[in-house]
Structures are given as structure tokens and as C-alpha cells.
């Protein structure tokens, strides 16, 4: 298949996954499975499993890059692929927990209560622009247009450490206040 059409083919999905992603997610952030009478106990032992999740992703991040920037492509294919495989673990654990718990409120104030507030604002609106860019990234690799690849992971690498990174901030911001 040549390269031009390895990007078209999968533009369609890049582009329905970008958006179904978003709003699937944010409906199924409103269901809560009681609500359909299924009787399921609330998983509460997954925030600190997700937060974990966000935290490997964003270190296997850091060593792709190191991998490719030590010329070492096999290795940064393998972390680059985990890493995604990470996130869409993430996703899933994320969107169970919310539809068999109420969300938890951040309890703090002052000054940390507009920290936790902007950290939590900017993690969820970049957590979606950065589908797009993870998918568009990937897509360019596996088309092997690596001058274009390469030109876009400069700007999804750091929303998407961002994006893991705060992740875990956020969880440690919020942990103390789970019931």
C-alpha cells in the first residue's frame, strides 16, 4: 500500500475517533450503571491504578524519545506503542470508574483549590486535543513519512506528557478527599 494512501485510509478513522472518543466518553461519564439497575459495586480501588497507568505512560514517553534520539527506532516503536496502549487502558478504567461512582469533589481551598482548578481544566481540554496528535503521529510512522512524523511529535510529545503528567496531579490533588 503506498504511503499516501496509509494517510488517507486512516484519516477517517482519525478523525471519528477524535470526536466519538470525546463524547462517547463524556456520555458515558453522566451514565452510572445503578441508574440502568445493575447492581455493581463502585470501583474505588481503580483511581490509584489509572493514576499509575498515567504516570508509566508519561515515563515511557520520555524514553521513546530517548530511544529515537539515540537512533534506537525498534525501541521507540515498542515504548510508543505501549505508551498508547497505556492510554487507552487508562480510558477504559477510567470511564468504569465513573459509571459505577459519583465523582469526588476537590475539598481544598484557597490558592490550591485555583491551582487544582487550572491543572484540572487544562489536563481535560489537552487529554482531547491530544488524540488527534497521538493518532496523526502514529499514522505518520506507520505510513513511514518520518520528516512529517517527526515534525508532529515535536508538538504531541509535550501536550501528551502534559496530559499524563497532570493526570497523576490531578489523583494526588484528589486522593484525599475519595470516600
Known sequence: MENNTIEQKYNKWIVLLSIAIPVVVAILFLVKLKDFGIDVAPLTFLPPIYATVNGITAILLVLGVIAIKNGNSKRHEL????????????????????????????????????????????????????????????????????????KIAKITFPIWLYVAVTGVIVYLMISPYYV
Do not use: N, Q, W
Open 79 to 150: 515504548l510508543m506503542k505501549t505508551a498508547i496502549g497505556c492510554s487507552v487502558a487508562f480510558l477504559a478504567m477510567y470511564v468504569a470508574y465513573h459509571m459505577t461512582a459519583e465523582s469526588t469533589k476537590y475539598g481544598g481551598e484557597g490558592a490550591l483549590k485555583y491551582v487544582y482548578f487550572f491543572i484540572l481544566i487544562t489536563h481535560i481540554i489537552l487529554s482531547i486535543a491530544i488524540i488527534p496528535l497521538v493518532l496523526i503521529t502514529y499514522v505518520r510512522a506507520l505510513a513511514s513519512k518520518f520528516d512529517k512524523h517527526k
